[in-house]
């Protein structure tokens, strides 16, 4: 059964710091791995997605996320964090088989928070 | 270009009632997904409509049904409410064919059940 670990609620980080949100996976098949923000009062928003090839996809708003397959860890990343960043953080995976599943499994969700 | 946009945006029902949501997906786009976010978690499909018909449905009950119309929107229903439904709902547009369906969100709507 497919499912994604988010270890932890909160991040803290001091803006212009970098910062990591880790997430963890399980499938039993090929995993397509994406992570969405979630701001207060407005949908998620989608930052970026591996498919295939470079284990370092580079996204929207300078973050950036590394595939691990030996880990099965898709940890997000950005080398210098703004207060704006702060929001809600979810790690997502869907389980790419010839059975065209297209239920996309989520994380509980990792609250970051930047510090001025 | 409007994105996804979902009707309405807060409503509150009692133990028992039918409740509909509405979703216009992002122009384009002709796949429309459900989810429900209860608080504090991640959201959980509840299923995905593509051509008029359930195309994939997750773990819910059959008291939650969606239809989705030739204009692509959708509507998603649950009847008999419980506590237990009270979340806030999102629709999620896509495009099919366009590779690892990334996911257009709306707002949400914030169901509260009393």
Redesign the interface.
Same mark, same amino acid.
């Given at each position: 059964a497919q499912s994604?670990a988010q270890p932890e609620d909160q991040v803290n980080v001091a803006e212009g710091n970098p910062l990591t949100v880790k997430c963890t996976y399980s499938v039993s098949g090929n995993p397509?791995l &994406?992570w969405?923000v979630q701001y207060p009062?407005?949908? =998620?928003? &989608?930052l970026l997605?591996y498919?295939t090839g470079d284990n370092l996809v580079k996204g929207s708003y300078g973050f950036e996320a590394e595939f691990n397959k030996s880990q099965t860890s898709f940890h997000l990343k950005k080398p210098s964090a703004l207060v704006s960043d702060s929001a809600l953080y979810?790690c997502?995976v869907?389980e790419w088989n010839a059975g065209n599943?297209?239920? =996309?499994?989520?994380? =509980?969700?990792t609250s970051l928070a930047v510090n001025p | 270009d409007a994105?996804?946009t979902q009707s309405p945006t807060h409503l509150i029902k009692t133990r028992g009632q039918q409740v509909t949501l509405r979703c216009s997906p992002k122009s384009g786009h002709d796949t429309v997904?459900w989810y429900q976010q209860a608080l504090?978690?991640?959201? +959980?499909?509840i299923f995905?409509y593509y051509e008029e018909e359930e195309? +994939?449905r997750?773990n819910f009950p059959d008291r939650f049904s969606g239809h989705q119309f030739p204009n692509y929107s959708s509507e998603l229903n649950v009847n008999a409410l419980l506590l237990g439904d009270s979340a806030l709902y999102?629709c999620?547009s896509s495009l099919e064919g366009s590779?690892?369906?990334?996911?257009?969100?709306?707002?949400?709507s914030r169901l509260t059940v009393l």
């Open positions: 994604v397509y &994406f969405y009062n407005r949908g =998620l928003q &989608f997605k498919i979810f997502a869907r599943n297209r239920k =996309l499994i989520w994380g =509980l969700g | 994105g996804v997904s504090g978690q991640g959201p +959980q499909f995905q195309r +994939q997750g999102l999620a590779g690892a369906n990334v996911l257009t969100f709306g707002a949400g």
